[in-house]
């Protein structure tokens, strides 16, 4: 079949109407969120954290939820539906019989998917009277979001951000503050679980996992303000399934066939889940296609579906979090400093972790500096400078590509350009001058993580 569009139609009349929830498909039950005791969390226990509405999504399992008018036509203003694009060059270098097609979430204002869910949030939570949010920030792609989430919506932001990045990465923490959030360096003095470690070391870089019990603690001893999580939750993967039932329609414009191959990198699992679950829905629940094989990468640096445990555990370090069911390397555990920033998480979603156990996805692992070389390729070939979490999609898709020019098999492979690079042309730098440094733990500690 010869396809004549290089990027396929971006019409309005290709945005759903409605999300995907995988939650009623999925093939076991999912295992509910738990405290400490072992009981399941009730949602009426998230309501100090969470606005009504977002707690309803998060425990929801209707296959398809609406989207309210109003946030459709935000996500229209944004950018959305955002482009489908065939990468024909790479094909053609790689000599592959494949044909790759990649979602480029890149083009949205803060440079990644994470708007998607930001907005959503916002828009939740301004309708039942919330005047603040606060959040955790890694290397800011997601405090960014909920930055311009809060300034289109009228709700104040405070971003913890890990204090690494706060010092290393400037870029985002200017565009945080130019749309009006406040950011501050975690741990900071402003809480318990930060003045704890503060004083335990002043010079602590900081984690994601001390950065969620900062904003968790905010939000609850603060009158009128409500947490927002980037990813992991139900109804965070939820909002990103925008991204795949735009990509789906959009196969059907250029007349392409379902994919044989789906692919997304995965930190927390949402822009994985945003792109492959409503995949998963045509082709599996469906039964519109044989055999679809959908894979999830991460880093060896953090390698929780490939090296963790299946199990219950806390989402962040201070144990304030309801602990959820996931593939987890423990909540203890200290990424090593990748420059993939928001892949530096020691869980993934409980329902891509579901996906994961039963052998419908399968995770793979690679090393930065194969991920980087991948980047500069895609880069080349495509013009789009991969963000370094995108960049570990790009190279499970070269590998696929070539196995399907050894099995000559003209495979369709699709996956998830999470975001641009542009803000992280540091982690290019060292790969350029060869000074990037590949991690592998060689022991993980899972002891003292309970096995139910
Ligand atoms: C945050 C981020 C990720 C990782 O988070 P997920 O929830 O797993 O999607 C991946 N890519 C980009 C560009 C990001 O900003």
């Known amino acids: 079949m010869e396809i004549k569009h290089l990027r396929s139609p971006q019409t309005e009349d290709i945005l759903p109407d409605h999300w995907y929830n995988i939650v009623p498909d999925l093939p076991e039950p999912l295992p509910p969120m738990k405290k400490p005791n072992g009981e399941d969390v009730k949602p009426e226990e998230l309501i100090a954290i969470f606005p009504k509405k977002l707690i309803e999504q998060e425990f929801s399992t209707e296959r398809f939820i609406k989207i309210p008018d109003e946030l459709l036509s935000l996500y229209l203003e944004l950018g959305r539906p955002t482009p489908l694009f065939r990468a024909r060059r790479l094909e053609e270098f790689l000599d592959t019989p494949a044909r790759i097609y990649y979602k480029y979430e890149g083009v949205l204002p803060t ?45 104040k932001v405070r971003v913890y951000m890990v204090r690494a990045s706060y010092d290393q990465k400037p870029y ?55 947490y927002s999580l980037g990813s992991v939750l139900n109804h965070v993967l939820l909002h990103q399934t925008i991204i795949g039932l735009e990509a789906i329609k959009q196969f059907e414009l250029i007349g392409e066939e379902l994919p044989d191959i789906v692919i997304g990198c995965v930190g927390g699992g949402s822009n994985f889940a945003g792109l492959a679950y409503p995949f998963y829905y045509e082709e599996i629940v469906r039964g519109k296609k044989k055999s679809v094989k959908i894979i999830a990468v991460e880093p060896k640096a953090v390698p929780s579906m490939t090296r963790g445990i299946y199990t219950y555990d806390y989402g962040d370090t201070a144990r304030l979090t309801p602990m959820l069911k996931m593939y987890t390397v423990g ?7 990748i420059h993939a920033g928001g892949l530096r998480y020691h869980g993934v979603a409980p329902t891509l972790a579901l996906l994961v156990k039963n052998n419908i996805v399968k995770p793979v692992a690679y090393h930065q500096t194969e991920v980087f070389r991948a980047a500069q390729l895609f880069a ?49 730098q060292e790969y350029l001058e060869n000074r990037l440094r590949d991690y592998e733990p060689e022991k993980i500690d899972l002891s003292y993580l309970n096995t139910y």
């Not at 704890?196 to 900081?206: A, K, M, S, W």
């Not at 909540?331 to 400093?337: E, N």
């Open 172 to 226: 985002r923490r200017i565009l945080m503050q130019i749309y009006g959030a406040e950011v501050i360096p975690s741990p900071s003095p402003y809480t318990k679980s930060g003045r704890e470690i503060l004083e335990r070391d002043p010079n602590h870089p900081g984690s994601l996992g001390i950065a969620i019990s900062e904003a968790i603690e905010d939000a609850v001893t603060n009158p009128g303000t409500k």
């Open 380 to 428: 080349q070939m495509e013009g789009i400078v991969p963000a370094p979490e995108s960049a570990h999609a790009v190279k499970a898709v070269i590998d696929e590509a070539i196995r399907a020019r050894e099995e000559r098999e003209k495979k369709v492979i699709i996956f998830n350009l999470s975001g641009h690079g542009l803000l992280d042309l540091a982690g290019y």
């Open 111 to 155: 440079g990644s998917h994470k708007i998607n869910t930001a907005i959503a949030q916002a828009y939740f939570n301004m309708l039942e009277g919330t005047k603040r949010l606060t959040t955790e920030t890694g290397a800011g792609q997601w405090g960014s979001a909920l930055a311009l989430a809060g300034a289109l919506f009228g709700l």
């Open 331 to 337: 909540h203890r555990y200290t990424p090593p400093p």
